[in-house]
């Protein structure tokens, strides 16, 4: 069962008046931060988002959560349509589905103890007749903190309990989807593999969904059951992550694959090589946005979007010359 269906969704961000814009002679006054991306979450399993700084992933999630107006497309949750009655959701979306920010610290009110911040869900949600002190201990054990932490406030955690922290805070009302944005970024390797194997862990025990924006490919490869790779607001290629690991359709994600780090000194990379920047979103290129940076990009390339087309590996792909093999 699809737990989240997102269709042909777009966010724009206005950068201009309608005078401003005329008089500066932009093309357009708005800057497109998500086109036209279509994506399914299964109850259950773990959907990772990947791209550059910029690709529109943590905008995308912001538009899933609520944070963020969207313009067009829609988002189905269960079937049924949240957003229907306005651009905010009810309290019982907000309910079934929490996020986790990319900074843990800055997250956290630093006038707030540990216990204030991971009970504050119960207070908004006005579900006053729980026992707030045994929820703080109950959700601090699942995430693997002393009890004692309650009275810390966030100056005194590091990365990691500031993580752990947030996931309290997130798994406090049952949600069924976690978003998770770069949720083990800035944490030394020991301490990523243990927030990934926590989890790991609560999604087995209180059977939740995730969806993990990240730019770590390791982190995608060791939690993801599909992944989806955004390139300029837009999503280029779709699909279960070990056929994308095992032969990427589209330039840009064999470029991704290819450009990891490896510990062997005899193996050299192959592939397609990634050069320049990603482009202004100002300035977007006509066409496929990846062309200027794509060794294979011929002349409709420069004047067509490609159209999603599906492979019999399960993989979406928009590219007009995509790869037969890697």
Request: hydrophobic residues 40%; glycine residues 10%; positive net charge.
């Given at each position: 069962?699809?737990?989240?269906?997102?269709?042909?969704?777009?966010?724009?961000?206005?950068?201009?008046?309608?005078?401003?814009?005329?008089?500066?002679?932009?093309?357009?006054?708005?800057?497109?931060?998500?086109?036209?991306?279509?994506?399914?979450?299964?109850?259950?399993?773990?959907?990772?988002?990947?791209?550059?700084?910029?690709?529109?992933?943590?905008?995308?999630?912001?538009?899933?959560?609520?944070?963020?107006?969207?313009?067009?497309?829609?988002?189905?949750?269960?079937?049924?349509?949240?957003?229907?009655?306005?651009?905010?959701?009810?309290?019982?979306?907000?309910?079934?589905?929490?996020?986790?920010?990319?900074?843990p610290v800055?997250?956290?009110?630093?006038?707030?103890?540990?216990?204030?911040?991971?009970?504050?869900?119960?207070?908004?949600?006005?579900?006053?007749?729980?026992?707030?002190?045994?929820?703080?201990?109950?959700?601090?054990?699942?995430?693997?903190?002393?009890?004692?932490?309650?009275?810390?406030?966030?100056?005194?955690?590091?990365?990691?309990?500031?993580?752990?922290?947030?996931?309290?805070?997130?798994?406090?009302?049952?949600?069924?989807?976690?978003?998770?944005?770069?949720?083990?970024?800035?944490?030394?390797?020991?301490?990523?593999?243990?927030?990934?194997?926590?989890?790991?862990?609560?999604?087995?025990?209180?059977?939740?969904?995730?969806?993990?924006?990240?730019?770590n490919l390791?982190?995608?490869?060791?939690?993801?059951?599909?992944?989806?790779?955004?390139?300029?607001?837009?999503?280029?290629?779709?699909?279960?992550?070990?056929?994308?690991?095992?032969?990427?359709?589209?330039?840009?994600?064999?470029?991704?694959?290819?450009?990891?780090?490896?510990?062997?000194?005899?193996?050299?990379?192959?592939?397609?090589?990634?050069?320049?920047?990603?482009?202004?979103?100002r300035e977007?290129?006509?066409?496929?946005?990846?062309?200027?940076?794509?060794?294979?990009?011929?002349?409709?390339?420069?004047?067509?979007?490609?159209?999603?087309?599906?492979?019999?590996?399960?993989?979406?792909?928009?590219?007009?010359?995509?790869?037969?093999?890697?």
């Amino acid at each position: 069962m699809n737990l989240l269906e997102v269709c042909n969704l777009s966010v724009h961000y206005a950068i201009a008046g309608r005078m401003k814009a005329a008089l500066a002679g932009l093309r357009s006054r708005f800057v497109e931060a998500v086109i036209d991306v279509s994506l399914t979450i299964k109850s259950g399993t773990t959907l990772a988002i990947v791209g550059e700084s910029g690709s529109g992933k943590s905008t995308l999630a912001r538009a899933i959560v609520g944070l963020t107006p969207f313009s067009s497309g829609t988002i189905r949750f269960e079937g049924n349509d949240p957003f229907a009655s306005g651009i905010h959701p009810g309290r019982a979306y907000h309910r079934d589905v929490a996020m986790m920010f990319q900074d843990p610290v800055s997250s956290l009110s630093p006038r707030r103890t540990v216990k204030s911040l991971i009970i504050e869900p119960f207070i908004v949600h006005g579900l006053k007749e729980k026992d707030l002190g045994a929820e703080a201990k109950r959700l601090l054990a699942l995430v693997g903190l002393p009890a004692d932490f309650a009275g810390r406030y966030p100056h005194q955690l590091s990365g990691g309990q500031a993580r752990r922290v947030g996931l309290a805070r997130a798994i406090a009302l049952n949600p069924k989807l976690i978003i998770a944005d770069e949720p083990t970024a800035g944490l030394d390797v020991s301490v990523q593999g243990e927030i990934l194997n926590l989890l790991g862990r609560l999604q087995s025990e209180l059977g939740l969904t995730y969806m993990i924006i990240t730019h770590n490919l390791a982190v995608v490869r060791h939690v993801s059951d599909r992944t989806a790779i955004m390139y300029m607001g837009r999503v280029v290629e779709e699909g279960p992550t070990p056929a994308i690991f095992a032969a990427p359709k589209h330039p840009y994600t064999a470029a991704l694959i290819g450009a990891q780090p490896n510990p062997d000194p005899t193996k050299r990379r192959s592939g397609p090589v990634l050069t320049g920047e990603i482009t202004s979103l100002r300035e977007r290129p006509s066409g496929c946005e990846f062309n200027p940076r794509c060794a294979r990009a011929g002349d409709i390339c420069h004047t067509s979007v490609p159209q999603p087309d599906a492979s019999g590996t399960g993989q979406v792909v928009r590219c007009h010359f995509p790869l037969k093999q890697l």
